[in-house]
């Protein structure tokens, strides 16, 4: 039997992406979804934007653990969540009906590397934040999406004053400015943010950014659509940063607390499409979404909060603001909440679609 041939290099990568258009253009409220798990593989899930269902399995890329991913184009790129030497970083091009395999990299010199668990991408540099590692490690990009050998690596800091969750380096998160010009990156038991410059197709000429209060342990950022403001939540703090950005620099604005019960495991945050509500997910007790009005100049007042299944490690909001999608590790499942565009709070739908330990949920 003839093997099907693959169509190498930047013609397979404009074919994939005429192939996504025009699915886009006879589905225009169906979504795709790719779902990380720490299980044995991510999934691709048709979901519908008009009625807020899912509509059926697509795909599924084998890996262990893939519990973050970015998508770019129709690159995905996948972490996968492992504490030795399979520790690796995978890129995946999404055909429209499956996926093909590209390559993987480590994610670090020995026992630099261990648990990435972010990983984010701006086309031409690939960055990944490894947890236990406690390392930022960079990388470029082929034309063809397939990711370089390893570029960089930054060892993070320490000094948070919790000896049980600070005691050694972490990273756990890095975003590129709206601007293209730098790489923000949280230095988790160091409480403050990184940052690098972007130049060239490379990273250079780390600073500290921003110094949090202590036992902060900033998790993820958010940068607004503007690109006038970083969000910053706190794993540990249960707190959010405001910061006013412009040309590189922050300036803290204000602090507010999402977590009230103090359960220090604060985890997502994501602003609604328009701008005007920021959610953020709990766990560990108390598990589910706070939400937050989004004011002038970006500050923060508290809404509401909704109670979700076990463990909402991860959440997004729909392109058209009508849902919320969080997927909840703990009870195997990705749950639907209806989101009232005018008041930002979330209804609970009874809608899931579930798979083992799911911890991302993106498009």
């Known amino acids: 039997m003839m093997r099907p041939h693959v169509i190498p290099g930047w013609i397979g990568k404009l ?13 225009p409220d169906k979504l795709t979804l790719f779902v990380g798990t ?41 972490v996968s969540e492992m504490s030795d030497d399979r520790a690796s970083v995978w890129a995946w091009r999404w055909l429209g009906n499956g996926f093909e395999f ?7 010199l020995p026992a630099k590397g261990e648990d990435p668990c972010y990983v984010s991408t701006d086309g031409h540099v690939l960055a990944v934040a490894n947890y236990s590692g406690g390392t930022l490690a960079t990388y470029r990009l082929h034309d063809d999406g397939s990711i ?43 409480d403050e943010i990184g940052r690098l410059d972007v130049v060239g197709g490379r990273v250079r000429g780390y600073c500290r950014a921003a110094t949090l209060h202590p036992d902060y342990g900033p998790r993820h950022l958010l940068f607004d659509a503007a690109g006038e403001h970083l969000y910053v939540i706190g794993e540990l703090s249960g707190d ?14 204000q602090v507010i607390k999402a977590d009230r019960m103090d359960a220090r495991g604060a985890a997502d945050i994501h602003l609604s499409p328009d701008g005007k509500f920021l959610y953020a ?41 009508k849902w919320v999608l969080v997927a909840c590790r703990d009870n195997d499942s990705v749950e639907v909440y209806a989101r009232d ?10 809608r899931c679609f579930s798979l083992e330990r799911p911890v991302f949920v993106g498009w």
């Open 148 to 190: 370089a050998p390893l570029d960089s690596l930054l060892v993070s800091g320490i000094g948070g004053p919790d000896l049980s969750r600070q005691e050694s380096p972490h990273v756990h998160c890095a975003v590129f400015s709206p601007d293209g010009n730098h790489l923000f990156f949280s230095e988790f038991s160091a």
């Open 281 to 321: 997910s709990l766990r560990l007790r108390g598990d589910g979404i706070a939400v937050f009005e989004v004011g002038p100049g970006g500050v923060l007042a508290y809404a509401g909060f909704t109670a979700t299944g076990p463990h909402p490690r991860n959440f997004n909001i729909t392109p058209n603001g």
């Open 341 to 350: 565009r005018s008041t930002g709070m979330l209804t609970p739908t009874g």
């Open 102 to 108: 590209l390559n993987k990299q480590p994610t670090g």
């Open 15 to 27: 074919l994939a992406l005429l192939l996504l258009a025009l699915s886009a253009c006879s589905r």
């Open 38 to 78: 720490y299980s044995d593989g991510f999934h691709a899930i048709e979901f519908d934007q008009a009625d807020g269902t899912f509509v059926e399995e697509i795909a599924k890329a084998e890996m262990p653990n893939p519990s973050y991913l970015a998508v770019h184009g129709n690159m995905v790129y996948a």
């Open 240 to 253: 959010i940063t405001v910061f006013d950005y412009a040309a590189g620099a922050l300036r803290e604005k």
